[in-house]
């Protein structure tokens, strides 16, 4: 096995030289082996820290690299108020100076430079660290493979003059090794660091294609995510103001709920909340629909967004047992219920993608915010499973998007006859957001019953899943609808597209049908470690069984219920095998739409006359329920309901305070 430092060198460093080699290199096929070769590297290691287990790890040279993290931040910042002047976009640039001044205030003002600099250990590894390591390095570097020959086709397709691939995949190879050290850091002023280089980065592959609504849509980004980084530096002066060790693990070890830290803990979480796009700050999620597929799939599936939920799953025994806690749970429940409601009236394959990730982030903080074993167990577990699914999801909206080259959701009708295979492996994806016994309906299924201590969550959770049967079985209806044909021939696809879409479904399948051994290999251990960094989840002796597997935590036991999966997979088995073996069409039994006499042509013609006698063909089209869940109709209350939601948690946090005081 490699040295510790070693392992942290290549989780973190290796993706800045792979990234620097890709832009520097400008030929093809040596990027794409770059690419793959960084991407094997990296699930190796990742797999290496779950063999390795909790660690803790500081830089020889520490005060050299607090240094280089300290100049970084203060060039990012730079980077921020140049974009705002540069685009006259006043929010950039006033959000930039929310952020520069008081950071410069607390290093040198303050003197927190030293407190920050004396913070030991700089990384910390346990068992959360490594789940998130896993889902970064396995799902993110599949994503990157699968960006190398997409971004060729991208650019060929918007015949562009000048490549510009070299600069998109260093970003997206960089993202990477962001993640890992966002979800490695202890010292906060490591943590803001790269809470704010996974800023910089997605502003860079969201603006990628440089057309006006991308440059405005990734400004959009980075002015909503630098509010949260103007209140992650509020947090840390009021820690430090405090006498709070600036670090995670010190404000773990400050006491269970106690009110001084709840109203930066409670700031902290809404830097989260942002960068999670929680209502009302979903918008900047949505409008990275406008960038290459790789983007969206890597925003939504195992980095940016799981930032968010990562921090406030960190933090949960930090707020445990608190009115702070509840607010925290509802705010996710109505993100939940709120996102899925307005997926089912979108048109686009993507937007439904975005609004579904929107909804399970809600969910999984909602989880956070229970704040039971069995809730934590439910997030951890929601985070492994929509990672592979919507990761492989967001490739499948790629993949179709250069078969047909549209977005819509009725352009794909009759894809199943196009592009059998992909059609497949997209059907796979929707159906194991939702249907049994995939292991999404297994975190669902949890975070349910963990609701049960807050009944408003819980009633917003019912609403919220229902909708999202509807949404996804709208979509994959389109897919299907087409008349049988046999014979229909395999569309042809890189192996670059193939193999990553082929592998995210096993994935699928090996985390469901393994799902006991997932559970007590893994997340049982990083069920511990969360609770563990605090006192302040009462643990009373519960037992899980999955699949007849008892699991048993270290730290204790957690109930969870019975969840049978080998007989649900078979199951499935049978359902999805019965129409090929008892349902035979035969081609002369198809027959056409009858238009009650009216066909142009006979009944063998989908085309039909209307007024004035033109000939007028056929379309079916699905309903998206515009005037009830369209945006337009549900924006303005869910925006109230979720400013009122955030403002009450908030009170909450300061009431805290003033009743210790």
Known sequence: ??????????????????????????????????????????????????????????????????????????????????????????????????????????????????ALANVNPTFVVDHLAIVMTLVISIVGSLICVFAIRYMYDHEHHQHLEKSRQSRFLFWLVLFLGAMNGLVFANNLIYLYFFWELTTLICFQLIAHDLTKE???????????????????????????????????????SGGVASAVLLLPVALMCFTAMIKAAQLPFQSWLLGAMVAPTPVSALLHSSTMVKAGVYLVLRLAPAFAGTRLSVMIALVGAFTFMAASGLAISQTTGKRVLAYSTIANLGLIIACAGINTPLAITAAIL????????????????????????????????????????????TAIGMLSMFLPPFGMLLGKWMALESASVIPLAAWLFVIASAAGIVFWAKWLGRLLQVLPKLGSKIESLSLSYTVPLWLLVLGIFGVGIGVASVYTGLVQNAVADVISSGQALAVQGWGLTVNGVSAVSSTANFAVGNYPVWPLFIVFAIAVLIPFIFVAIKPGELRPVYMCGEQAGGTDTDEWYSTADVKTKVQLGGYY????LGEAALNPWTYTLSIVLMVIMFAVALLAIGGAL
């Open 382 to 425: 929601l985070i492994i499973f929509h990672a592979v699914s919507k990761g492989l999801m967001f490739l499948c909206a790629g993949t179709i998007e250069h078969v047909i080259w549209s977005r819509e959701i009725e352009d794909m009708e009759g894809l199943a006859a196009k592009a059998p295979m992909i059609t497949t492996i």
């Open 214 to 252: 991308a440059i405005g849509n990734a400004a959009r980004a980075l002015w909503m995510n630098s509010i949260g980084g103007t209140a992650l530096i509020i947090a840390m002066i009021i820690l430090f103001a405090k006498d709070v060790p600036m670090s995670l693990n010190g404000i773990l």
């Open 625 to 628: 329920f515009q005037g009830v």
């Open 1 to 114: 096995m490699l040295p510790y430092n070693w392992m942290m060198a290549v989780a973190i460093l290796l993706p800045v030289v792979a990234a620097v080699l890709v832009y520097i290199i400008r030929q093809y096929h040596v990027r794409g082996v770059i690419v793959i070769l960084a991407a094997i590297a990296l699930i190796v290691n990742s797999i290496l820290f779950l063999l390795h287990g909790k660690d803790t790890f500081s830089p020889a040279n520490a005060q050299m690299w607090n240094m280089v993290v300290t100049v970084l931040d203060y060039l990012i910042l730079l980077f921020y108020i140049y974009v705002g002047i540069s685009l006259k976009n006043w929010l950039v640039l006033i959000f930039a100076l929310t952020q520069i001044i008081p950071l410069a205030w607390l290093e040198f003002g303050m003197g927190g430079s030293a």
